[in-house]
């Protein structure tokens, strides 16, 4: 089974500073993991994703997150943020099973509070 | 204007009694699935469909209910049987069932108990 943990719950950051929000997996197979963003009472919608390839992915509105297998991570980053940032963001996993359902299983989300 | 439309945006339900709360896409997508949010919790599972006239349950699906006659529809019933039904529902869709697909929202449904 898989698992998401999202470390910090809140995380309070002043305009124009850098921002890292903190995602950590458990899985006994490979995965996918991503980052959605989910404005005040809306849906999420993707942030980014991680498949292959590159461990630093980049994804819209400046964000990045690099992956980390040894520690399995998948931090997301913005080297400086804005007001209209302010949102909960969740990090999720879908694990890789060749015929069967492949569920996003979601961490309970980080609410970032950008202050002017 | 494609995309994903959930109604109502507020729904208060009265104690004993069934609602009914509305997905629909054209998106054309095949998967349709229902979350349930709650604050601290992330998104939960509730019951997925992955083709038409199919669905599964998901981690939490006690006391709801689905159906899935179109390929557009996806309406989830909220039984008298969820003892504590206050939450945001999302309806989602997926143009597959693959582990590297994302996933399109709808924005949300707040229910409430009165």
């Known amino acids: 089974a898989q698992s998401v943990t999202q470390l910090d719950s809140q995380v309070p950051v002043f305009e124009e500073a850098p921002v890292e929000l903190r995602c950590n997996y458990s899985?006994?197979?490979?995965?996918?993991l991503f980052w959605y963003v989910q404005y005040p009472n809306q849906g999420l919608q993707l942030l980014l994703k991680?498949?292959?390839?590159?461990?630093l992915v980049k994804g819209i509105n400046g964000f990045e997150a690099e992956f980390n297998k040894s520690q399995t991570s998948f931090h997301l980053r913005k080297p400086s943020v804005h007001i209209s940032d302010t949102a909960e963001y969740f990090c999720a996993v879908s694990a890789l099973r060749p015929g069967g359902y492949n569920k996003l299983i979601f961490g309970a989300g980080t609410r970032l509070a950008v202050h002017p | 204007d494609g995309g994903i439309t959930q109604s109502p945006k507020y729904l208060f339900r009265k104690e004993g009694q069934n609602v009914t709360l509305s997905c629909e896409q054209n998106l054309n997508h095949d998967a349709m699935y229902w979350y349930r949010q709650d604050p601290g919790q992330g998104l939960r599972l509730i019951y997925y469909?992955?083709?038409?006239?199919?669905?599964q349950k998901g981690d939490i699906a006690e006391g709801y209910s689905v159906s899935r006659e179109k390929k557009e529809s996806f309406p989830l019933t909220v039984t008298s049987a969820q003892k504590n039904p206050t939450a945001f529902y999302l309806c989602?869709?997926?143009?597959?069932?693959?582990?590297?697909?994302?996933?399109?929202f709808g924005s949300g449904t707040q229910l409430s108990v009165l």
């Open positions: 899985s006994s197979v490979s995965v996918y």
């Open positions: 991680y498949l292959s390839g590159s461990t």
């Open positions: 989602a869709t997926r143009t597959g069932v693959t582990a590297n697909e994302k996933l399109f």
């Open positions: 469909s992955q083709i038409v006239n199919d669905f």
